[in-house]
């Protein structure tokens, strides 16, 4: 399996422009994750999906950011307009099942730098 | 403190010595999770520990846990400069949801 796989790796744009992050999770996974880290704040959850279906949204800062869950194997990220305080390293991870057991496997992540 | 918190902050150690490494968190959990994140890139799931565990061996690495202290530690045994990266706690809840809270981290540095 290739992993949870994220694109863009690096993102660099200007305030006020949209921004899309994507990503791919583990085939078979139920779990999906948006974390946020930053080296104030650390690693945030953003917002995470069970079977393509938001669960927990609390960790999203404003309406700025959405996210979307179209199908098992795709999620995107969204910032519009963006600011330069959301300048991170964006992670996507994902995680078999709600157990005992649930390890998450991460992305390499997105770097995004907003001008 | 935040659920989860790290201490030490930075720990710099030489090649073939030990790295401990402890977790402080507030709430109950049902388990406790340490994730290794080397420099760019993500994180990397290592050990797991339930709540009824109280030590748990992989490799060189040894974590417990103090329910009633409400915290975790990691040790790595004769540690390798492949070691150097930051060492996150998650601690999971349970009660349904999958969510885990991370901690602030440790960054190891391991010298030849």
């Known amino acids: 399996d290739a992993g949870v796989i994220q694109s863009p790796r690096h993102e660099v744009t200007e305030m006020g422009q949209e921004v899309t992050l994507r990503c791919k999770p583990i085939s078979g996974h139920d779990y999906l994750f948006w974390y946020r880290q930053t080296m104030m704040r650390g690693l945030e959850l953003l917002i995470y999906?069970?079977?393509?279906?938001?669960?927990?949204d609390s960790g999203m800062p404003e309406d700025r950011f959405s996210a979307k869950m179209p199908n098992a194997s795709f999620s995107t990220l969204k910032i519009q307009p963006s600011e330069p305080r959301d300048s991170a390293v964006y992670f996507c991870a994902s995680s078999p099942r709600d157990s005992s057991y649930n390890e998450q496997f991460f992305g390499p992540g997105t770097r995004l730098t907003v001008l | 403190s935040q659920q989860g918190e790290e201490d030490p902050q930075a720990l710099s150690i030489q090649e073939g010595e030990n790295a401990t490494m402890n977790c402080s968190y507030k709430?109950?959990?049902?388990?406790l999770q340490w994730y290794r994140q080397n420099s760019g890139r993500g994180l990397v799931h290592l050990i797991l520990?339930?709540?009824?565990?109280r030590e748990k061996h992989s490799g060189r690495l040894r974590v417990t846990l103090d329910t009633s202290k409400k915290s975790s530690s990691l040790l790595i045994t004769a540690s390798r400069a492949a070691d150097t990266a930051s060492y996150f706690c998650a601690t999971f809840r349970g009660g349904g949801g999958n969510k885990l809270t991370f901690g602030t981290g440790t960054q190891l540095k391991v010298e030849l």
């Open positions: 709430t109950s959990i049902n388990n």
């Open positions: 520990i339930r709540s009824n565990e």
């Open positions: 999906f069970n079977n393509n279906v938001p669960i927990d």
